[in-house]
C-alpha cells in the first residue's frame, strides 16, 4: 500500500497512523566491499534523495547516525562492509501547507519545543479531506517566522500525534535538530505517556498488561485489531491501572510502551473493555447495566456530554533536545470529560445509597 494510499484511509474516518511506522524514515545501508573511506554525510547524502548536508549534520549531531549500532558524527569516514543506519523525522512530501489562525493552548515553550494541549475534534496535520483547520495549520501561523515552519514541510515540527477524538498533550519541535533528536526518543519509546480513558465495564485487576500484536483486521481495513499469536502486525505492549470504579464503567490510566495506532483503543477492547463512546470500536452501544428506560436516557445523555472516544493524553515526559533536563509535563481533564465523569459520579453515588436503603 502506498502512503497516499494509507493516509486517504486514515483521514477519511480522521485517523491518524502509527506513530513509529508514519513519522519517521529509518534507513539502513551496508556499504560495499570496495567502497573508498568517505565523511559520512557526503556517503548518505550521495544515496538519499532530496537529502540536504545540513539535515544529515543534524541527524548526526542528534545522535541519530550509527555505524555497526554506534553513533557517529558527520566527519566519520565509511569504510568496507559498514551498517550504516538513520532515523528522520517524517521526509518532506510536495505539499504546500496555509498557516491559519487558529487559537493553540501553549502549556510551555521555549527556544526548541512546543507543549500544546490539543483539543479534542483536532486533526493534527492535513491530509485527505481536512486540508485546514488542523494542527499543523495552526502552528504555521503561529511560528511563521521560525525557519522550520517556512520550509515546505508536510508536517514541520511534528514528532508523535494523537486521534483527531483524542485530546491532551503534545510536543511539537521548534526546528530541525529538536525535531531529529525527539524523533529519536518516540523511535527508540524512551518518552514517557499516559493517558486516561473512560471504559465500559468493571475492569476485575486493579492494574495490569496488555501484549498483543495490533495490525489492521482483515474484515475491515479501516479497522485495527490484536493477533494474540503474533501472526501478523506489530508489537504492542500497554500498562493500565484502575482509577476509579462507577460499576458499569470504569475510569483507567494507561501507559504506553508503544505507540501503535488506536493502541489505547484496541488493546481495551481486546481486554473486553472499550472506551466509552468510541463509535469505531463499538463502545457507542449501551454495553453494561440495566435495561431500564431511564438508564437508557441516562446514557444517551454521558454520550451527549462527551460526543467522542472517552480518551486523554494525560502527560508526556522526555529528554529536552539540547539541555539534556528531563522534562514532564501534565494536563486537565478537558470539559467535556470533566463532565461525565461528574454525571456517572453521581449515577454511581445514587446507586449505592438505593441499594443500602434496600438493606
Known sequence: MSEDEFENI?????????????????????????QVLLRIDKFLQNRLEHTSRSRLQNAAAAGNIHVNGKPVKSNYRVKPFDVVTVVFAHPPRDRELK??????????????????????????HPGFG???????????????????????????????????????IMVLAKNEFAMTHL?????????????????????????????GHIDRDIRDRKLFTVYPDGSQGRHAITHYKVLERFGYVTLVECRLETGRTHQIR??????????FNDDTYGGDKILKGTTFQSYKQFIQNCFEAIPR???????????HPVTGEEKHFDSELP?????????????????IEIEQQKE
Open 130 to 168: 481536512n486540508y485546514s483547520g488542523t494542527l499543523i495549520n495552526a502552528v504555521l501561523y503561529h511560528f511563521q517566522h521560525l525557519p522550520l515552519f517556512q520550509q515546505k514541510q508536510p508536517r514541520p515540527g511534528l514528532v508523535h500525534r494523537l486521534d483527531k477524538n483524542t485530546s491532551g
Open 335 to 351: 470539559d467535556d470529560f470533566k463532565a461525565v465523569l461528574l454525571k456517572w459520579g453521581n449515577y454511581f453515588k445514587n446507586k
Open 266 to 275: 484496541v488493546h481495551m477492547k481486546y481486554l473486553g473493555h472499550p472506551l
Open 10 to 34: 486514515e483521514n477519511e474516518s480522521g485517523w491518524e497512523p502509527d506513530e513509529d511506522q508514519e513519522l519517521y524514515e529509518h534507513v539502513r545501508i551496508v556499504s560495499e566491499k570496495g
Open 309 to 319: 472516544q472517552s480518551l486523554h493524553a494525560k502527560s508526556l515526559g522526555f529528554i
Open 99 to 124: 498557516g491559519e489562525d487558529i487559537p493553540l493552548d501553549i502549556v510551555y515553550e521555549d527556544d526548541d519545543v512546543i507543549i500544546i494541549n490539543k483539543k479534542p475534534g483536532m486533526v493534527v
Open 183 to 211: 524523533a529519536r526518543q518516540f523511535f527508540d519509546r524512551t518518552t514517557k505517556r499516559r493517558y486516561v480513558a473512560l471504559v465500559w465495564g468493571d475492569v476485575k485487576a486493579e492494574e495490569g498488561t496488555i501484549t
